[in-house]
């Protein structure tokens, strides 16, 4: 079983810049997949980024291509999500989750084998 917490959410001014970390507890990352999402109020939750064992081959949604960047540190059992010139249209509760597979292809339909309880990201203009 993995525990995943996020840390880092806020109030943040538009263009400004936040950095969301995930941290796991009970197993290590190795060999899993990793990403983030983000659901709005009234949205479904969304794919923003994902990051694989291994070649550690980012992938992101279109609208934060340039903006964020997803990275792991495997020796802290941790990943980030480094969110900049962040626009009022981020305002979301982020979640973080870890998948068992290594390509994480999962993580693309919005599943995953294990998820953080989520932070909130508010964006004001």
């Known amino acids: 079983q993995v525990r995943l917490v996020e840390s880092g959410g806020g109030l943040v001014q538009a263009g400004g810049s936040l950095r969301l970390s995930c941290a796991a507890s009970?197993?290590?990352?190795?060999?899993?997949?990793l990403g983030w999402f983000r659901q709005a109020p009234g949205e479904e939750r969304e794919f923003v980024a994902a990051?694989?064992?291994?070649?550690?081959?980012?992938y992101y949604t279109d609208s934060v291509k340039g903006r964020f960047t997803i990275s792991r540190d495997n020796a802290k059992n941790t990943f980030y999500l480094q969110m900049n010139r962040l626009k009022p249209e981020d305002t979301a509760v982020y979640y973080c989750?870890?998948?068992?597979?290594?390509?994480?292809?999962?993580?693309?339909?919005?599943?995953?084998?294990?998820w953080g309880q989520g932070t909130q990201v508010t964006v004001s203009s």
């Open positions: 989750a870890a998948e068992r597979d290594p390509e994480g292809e999962r993580l693309w339909d919005v599943m995953a084998d294990y």
């Open positions: 990051i694989t064992w291994g070649a550690d081959i980012t």
């Open positions: 009970g197993r290590t990352f190795s060999g899993y997949a």
